[in-house]
Every structure is written in C-alpha cells, then in structure tokens.
C-alpha cells in the first residue's frame, strides 16, 4: 500500500514539474539604458517567470542566444547588423534604448570643437557604436580618422582615468561615464554625436533567433509586450527608473544628470529600419562589414505592430490599459 501511495505521488509530482513553465530566460546589461528586461516580470502575467542574465558585452549575450542558453537578449544594432551579415540567425524584435553616447574632452583643456582634436590621442572601443559615432563626428568636422587624429582602444571602464590623468585627450563612449567625467570634474562634453538624417540616435535593440520566431512567436509576442510595457512605466516614473539603475553601481545623482542623454525604447517603424540600415552602409564603408545583411529578415516588425495597434484601439475607444 505504501509503495503504491509513492508511486502515485511520484507520478503527481513528475507531472506537475513536467506542467509547469520554466524561466523565460532574458539577457542584458546592468546599465540604466538597458535595464527594461528587469522588470519584464511585472508584465508577463501571471504564471509567467524571467530570469535575467548581466552580461558586460553584446557578442556575449548573443553568442548565448544562439547557443540556446536565452529566450532573447539585448544588442547594439551595430553588432546585430554584424551577426546578420555573417548569416547568424538573429531578429531584431524591439527597439532598446536611443542615444547614451557622448564626446568628451579634458574639463580644462583648449578644445572647444571638434575640429580642435586635430593630432589628439582619443580614446575608443573598435567595432562599437561609439567608434562609427566617433568616425562620423571626426569626417563631419573635416578631420581624417587615420591620418589626422590619433585613435587609442582604451575599456570603457578605463577611459574616465585615462583622460583625468592625461593619457588620451578626448573618449567617446556610452553614459555613465560621461556624465561621471563631468560630475567628478575632470570631464566636459564637447558633442552628442547624434546626426538626423542618417543614422540619428539609434542605438540597441531586443533580438530572438529565427527559431524562436518560426516556432514560439507567441513567446516572442508576450516578451515585446513585457519589454513596451516595462519601458513604458519606466518613462513615466524616472524615480523608479534611475533607483533600480543606481543598484548596478552609478549613483542615482550622477545617473539624473546623465538621463537627458539616455532614452528608453521599444517602438520600431520603417524609418527606423530606414537609419539602420544606413547605419549598415557606414560600416560598410569603414570596412567593419563585408557586405549588408538581408535587413527583410533582420527585422520582424509585426509584433511592436501589433502592439502600437492595440494601443490605437483602446485610445479610440476611450478605454486606459
């Protein structure tokens, strides 16, 4: 009787690890720009779980999407065009976050333009979004990338001392370290390299594999939902946002002085396919790239669709979410 009970309590428990949905397993950075998958699981509904991954680099992150390890994870849009044009099967599904890149220069020094960098030692990361916002804002200033300036790879982490103790005269690089160079007073901003036109401030995004959108769009359906609605409550509630941010390390006063430069996003549309892709043409042109990705498989737009849809209709209807 005692053995038969067992197996039916074997039986039941089996069962019911088997019903249950595991961990929706989401990957991004600890930044405050980056920092929606947090929240993901307030918007999921219920029964639903996320387990969210810190990563310090976009290859990393999607190097585990691809090995199965993620449901879905942040990328630059320079690295996700990168992955598309090797062939890796990576969709981009939501826009992440827009702007969060500065130019900055020694607080005290004499360059008041970017043509005064002209002979100085810059410091950058290759292959990042900063190093073709750099390029852009160095041509557009009649400077000569290679030959007129003096580029240094310096770690994102190390550029704020380098540039304090006169290593490189100038970074670019994504916020918090601008706006820390400029609270701790050895920093000032000479330039937001943001260019309408062409490709303006886009800069991460939210990507799944091919697999999971042929297989589980469902999934991906309810986690674009999560990420538009977790953006959204953070947009509107900065207390919350830049709380939960000052948990990775930046104080919260710092991080108030650095938000005007960071924005949080979810909406993509045809312009800003648009911008990718001549996002795309630039590196290209600076040899990053071999060729341009099939962008038609690059992005699936229904879902953010589908969403400014739903809004569309309750907005018409008089009826709040």
């Given amino acids: 009787m005692k053995n038969w ?30 920092i929606q998958p947090f929240f993901y699981e307030y918007f999921l509904g219920t029964g639903k779980t996320c387990e969210v991954l810190a990563f310090t680099n976009p290859a990393d992150q999607k190097t585990a999407l691809l090995a199965g390890s993620l449901d879905m994870c942040g990328t630059t849009l320079a690295h996700a065009i990168h992955s598309a044009s090797q062939g890796q099967p990576v969709v981009v599904v939501a826009a992440l976050c827009n702007k969060c890149s500065a130019l900055v220069v020694r607080a005290d020094g004499p360059i008041k333009a970017p043509a005064d960098l002209k002979t100085r030692k810059i410091g950058y990361v290759p292959g990042t979004m900063h190093e073709i916002l750099l390029r852009e804002t160095l041509l557009r200033a009649g400077l000569d990338p290679e030959r ?30 601008p706006a820390l160079a400029v609270d701790q007073g050895y920093g000032r901003i000479l330039a937001y390299p943001y260019y309408e036109g062409a490709v303006g401030t886009i800069n991460a ?16 359906a309810d986690l674009v939902k999560a990420h538009a609605r977790a953006t959204d409550f953070l947009r509107r509630h900065q207390a919350q946002w830049l709380g939960k941010a000052a948990e990775f390390g930046t104080p919260v006063e710092v991080l108030q ?4 430069n960071m924005e949080l996003a979810w909406e993509m549309d045809d312009a800003f396919v648009a911008k990718v892709k001549a996002l795309g043409e630039r590196m290209q042109a600076l040899k990053m790239i071999e060729r341009q990705p099939d962008y038609e498989r690059l992005f699936d737009l229904r879902f953010v669709r589908q969403i400014i849809a739903d809004q569309a209709l309750l907005n018409s209807s008089g009826k709040k979410e």
Avoid: C, H, N, Y
């Fill in 5 to 34: 009970i067992a197996a039916v309590l074997i039986v039941f428990w089996t069962s019911g690890a088997a019903a249950a949905d595991p961990a929706i397993r989401i990957g991004t950075w600890k930044t405050a720009q980056t």
């Fill in 148 to 177: 007129d300036v003096r580029l240094t790879r310096v770690d994102f982490f190390d550029m704020g001392t380098a540039l304090a103790q006169g290593g490189i005269d100038a970074f670019l690089s994504g916020e918090p370290f």
């Fill in 205 to 220: 995004a939210m990507i799944v594999t091919r697999d999971t959108v042929d297989k589980r769009p469902e999934l991906v």
């Fill in 257 to 260: 002085k650095a938000a005007a």
